[in-house]
């Protein structure tokens, strides 16, 4: 069942890249005299993107596979030799790093060869490329990461890497929204061609491998053969790279593994005045509920992993108000009512809610980790404990959700009917959400990870994710009759009554789901949870 639910996902996500690639390389195409150029130049910008991606991916891979994996003091001290150990982790390092931007390249690279008309060749020396190609930023990763272990400790390390990564993607995230890059293919809204052409003459950086994989790879979809020495630069570089990343860790891996296991020392989440700040906001929870929210604090803020997720939600929230500007723009013109705002405020604000829901409600249970067998031994049912968990991870998701749709309501203009209506449907789906995710997080608990993204990511998580969608679109679309009214009020004169009870059955039917999603779900993770020891 997994494989098929997964293994269909992935096929999904595959063709659905295919068609998109095809679809755009093919309106790129369509441009006169400039459109192979931009096609070449959108390859090699494609291969740089991957490049630095894949730098940074294996920083952090390399980090825990040669300095931080649970097994490494049984296996350094086998019999076996340095150069066995390296290679063995280097490959590793570099399969779990580049397997997911080397298979999520492929439809890219199949969609240029069908636009292309390209043969055989190009589709064999595609796979060639890719694979030399990604030995390149291993190498540099893991170098980069043997010097930084040598003089910053190992756990520092890794959150600094992480608060790197996620501040540089953040940043790169809004760079490209706020450049608006559907523009480019409108070349009509560029003053003269020389201007649009030199959008696309940014200087070629001649000496990265993303260069010489795009001039290589090039010419084979042309059917004109390839270029063997920017072939033969990628596999003499990638060879070469990892030869000298294997001498270099060799000279200093002892004193690296040495730092890696200095301990840590108490930061902020252990200060008198903290504790003081999240008593004073945990004084309206229950007893338990206060004890639960100020522990589940003080290790959100421990756990790099998880605050800095933070920063991608606050991106993800702006970009979803920035454009709204759009839409209001494009309800100026008569395409879409204040009913058609409504909808797609309340639909989009839902499925944000959702999205921050796999991420920090759903892992909640599985954060307990290996210390759960305290909560199981404490004089606390199982009932309460889920309904406290409930409750400290509702208000952060409730106000979420309220300030999203007010903002964006007052963005988009919208009547003081529709900003009720959409205020209380968002917030009942944030209450629904969250019960999902605390129940479903119960039913499916991973108490043997350590990161949250790995919870997220599981089977149940997959389950969770359809099913809080499902709710959110069942509560948008309970309330289609209900805004009908507020759009044509002579129809619901006419019908007196009748109207009334429409109106009355679908706010029923909206606060069933909503209660459905929070007891049913909470109902199972209790009895899971309860029957985890048997």
Known sequence: MRLLVFGGMGVVFAAGLFFLSHWFLGQVLGVDIIGEIIAKKLLSIMFMTFFFILVFSNMVTALTTFYLADDLQLVLSLPVRFESFFWARYLEMAFHSSWTVATFSLPVFAAYGVVFHAGPAYYALAAAVMFLFVFVPAALGAAVTTVLVNVFPAHRLREVLLVLGIVAFVGLYLLVRLMEPERFLNPEGFGTMIE?????????????????????????????????????????????????????????????????????????SRTALLDRLVGLAAFPFSPLSRSLFIKDFKVFLRQ?????????????????????????????????????????????????????????????VSLEGRSFYIVKSAP????????????????????????????????????????????????????????????????????????????????GGVIYMMVSMSAVAALVILTIWPTAFLRHPGYFVRMGAAAYWIIGLHAAAILAVTAACTVVPLWLGTRALERLEQ
């Open 304 to 364: 790099p992993s998880q605050w800095t997720q933070l920063l991608l939600l606050l991106a993800l929230v702006f970009v979803y108000i920035y454009n709204f500007k759009h839409f209001r723009n494009i309800a100026a013109t008569g395409v879409l009512s204040q009913w058609g705002l409504y909808f797609i405020n309340i639909g989009l604000s839902g499925f944000v809610v959702a999205s921050v829901g796999i991420r920090f409600v759903f892992p909640a």
């Open 380 to 459: 606390v049912t199982m009932r309460r404990f889920l309904a406290a968990k409930f409750a400290v991870y509702l208000a952060p998701l409730l106000l979420l959700a309220v300030a999203m749709t007010a903002v964006s309501n007052m963005v988009i203009g919208t009547s003081a009917e529709y900003f009720v209506l959409s205020t209380v449907i968002t917030a009942l789906a944030a209450v629904a959400v969250t019960g999902l995710g605390i129940g479903a997080g119960a039913v499916f608990p991973k108490f043997s990870a350590e990161n949250p993204a790995i919870v997220a990511s599981s089977y």
């Open 196 to 268: 649009f052409v030199a959008r696309f003459n940014a200087p070629e950086f001649v000496l990265l491998p993303s260069y010489w994989a795009a001039e290589a790879l090039y010419p084979a979809l042309k059917g004109i053969g390839t270029q063997p020495r920017f072939l033969a630069g990628l596999v003499t570089t990638a060879a070469g790279a990892s030869f000298a990343v294997s001498w270099f860790v060799h000279s200093v891996y002892a004193r690296g593994v040495s730092k890696a296991h200095e301990g840590r020392k108490a930061g902020l």
